[in-house]
């Protein structure tokens, strides 16, 4: 008889993954996505054109890491959040249904990062 | 037949009877910033895919002054996110000995936010440089 394996290891290696790659690249991109580009200072708006993007992420590696960044980013808020639900009163967080629908989420992201850098192409 | 009826303990606002439950919550609540982040980058990576003018559509959302503002939410929380993150570290990797000595938390703690500094720099001056 072989007894059956837990798969917490699994999730909680994508949600250190994530959690470390936010810790180091997330506040960095947040201020070059979202605030100096946007508004035009200390970086020029010509930073996240359209050019420019589409030949990073035809690039293998930028490929790579757009992917990784997405991915586990959605794998790490999935996991934290599930194991809060507790605290917060909804007292469900070892149910399937819980467990489904935080997972999910992160999967579908996954999916569907996975599908807009391949339909990029290279 | 009696209907089981069990008891729950009430959950409400326990953590803010403490600091220390404060803060940890507070830890918590930056995994939804980091998810919304996420899916502002994946709508992007989509827009990126259907072409130049379903790209730029994104582009200039990000310039509206509320996106602007969710921006600067973002960056607050996941920067509140990272220094946690080095603040817990220590405390789940296996204990280190520097010339016989512990490796403090402290130093730990410090060494991962210099890191994600350099990171921050280094990555910032290639996207503006390159």
Redesign the interface.
Known sequence: MTRKRSNAPVFWALFGA???L??????????????V???GI??PQS??S?DR??AF?QHWAGKAA?FV??SL??W???H??L??L????I?IHAGMAAKLLCYGSALL?TV??A???L??GF | MTVRKPYVRPMASWWRRNPFFMRYMLRELTAPFVAIYALILLVGLVSLSQGEAAYNTWLSALTHPASIVLHWLLLVAITYHAITLWQVIPKTMPPVKLAGRALPERAVTVFGCLATLAVSIAAFLLVKLL
């Open positions: 994530g959690g470390a936010a810790a180091l690249l997330g506040p960095v991109l947040v201020f070059i996505t979202g605030i580009t946007p508004v200390w970086m930073a996240l359209y993007l589409l992420s757009l960044i997405v980013f959605f790490h808020a999935a934290r959040i194991h809060s507790h605290d917060v009163g007292h992201g569907i990062a599908a807009a850098l339909a990029i």
